[in-house]
């Protein structure tokens, strides 16, 4: 299967302040990418995905202009939250599609203080 | 819109024994991916097994395997001679075949505890 790197791990960082977290396919050409939110003790919610090239597609409640991707090439895909609030703090997890199953990055926990 | 549903919040299984989480889904289509995924303390999503919806038999890895009934939308899985490193949560999902983007729609997951 393919190998997703996410980047960072973890981060905190300040509540206003704007925090980007990249997403690579580092063997396997990635013409879609998911974003997936996961609180505590809860199931992986779809953000958007995110196409090679286009504009990201959001899910029905999550807010594009707070939330946005960019998929430049076919390796990295990038989520910036923005004006970050302690409400955004969460797990996050990008996927890559691949031919049957997603490929997963090994998410990102954002705190905001 | 597609649905997944897993109604067991907690299972518990002693170790060697067998145990069988339960899913069910909802759709239209005809053409699908299922598969159960373990997602560890580390929060890594591991696949566990696939199955294809035009497949009648049931996928099997290892230990794991599943009970795919299409006409009944339920896709339970049964891991045996469980190991206390099958402790995690499982989470039950579904991918359109051709369709809605290929994005893969989870169930809310089980939490399996092994006993030693």
């Known amino acids: 299967g393919a190998v997703v790197s996410q980047h960072p791990s973890w981060v905190i960082c300040k509540s206003g302040t704007s925090v980007k977290i990249e997403c690579r396919s580092l063997?396997?050409?990635?013409?879609?990418m998911f974003w997936y939110r996961q609180f505590p003790k809860q199931s992986l919610m779809l953000m958007a995905t995110?196409?090679?090239?286009?504009?990201?597609?959001?899910e029905q409640g999550v807010e594009k202009d707070k939330f946005l991707i960019n998929h430049a090439s076919l390796t990295l895909s990038t989520l910036t939250v923005t004006s970050a609030h302690p409400e955004d703090s969460s797990f996050y997890i990008c996927?890559?599609?691949?031919?049957?199953?997603?490929?997963f990055g090994q998410g990102t926990r954002l705190t905001v203080v | 819109a597609q649905t997944v549903t897993q109604s067991q919040p907690e299972m518990s299984v002693q170790e060697a024994e067998t145990v069988t989480l339960s899913c069910t889904y909802d759709?239209?289509?005809?053409?699908?991916?299922l598969f159960w995924y373990k997602q560890p303390p580390s929060r890594q999503m591991i696949l566990v097994i696939r199955?294809?919806?035009?497949?009648?038999q049931n996928a099997t890895e290892n230990r794991f395997s599943v009970n795919f009934q299409k006409a009944a939308k339920s896709f339970s899985l049964k891991i045996s001679d469980s190991q206390l490193g099958d402790a995690a949560m499982y989470f039950c999902?579904?991918?359109?075949?051709?369709?809605?983007?290929?994005?893969?729609?989870f169930g809310a997951g089980t939490r399996l505890f092994v006993k030693a």
């Open positions: 996927s890559v599609k691949g031919n049957t199953e997603a490929f």
């Open positions: 063997d396997f050409q990635a013409t879609t």
């Open positions: 995110s196409n090679e090239g286009s504009k990201a597609t959001y």
């Open positions: 759709t239209s289509e005809s053409d699908y991916y």
């Open positions: 199955q294809e919806a035009y497949k009648q």
């Open positions: 999902a579904y991918r359109s075949f051709n369709t809605g983007g290929f994005k893969t729609i």
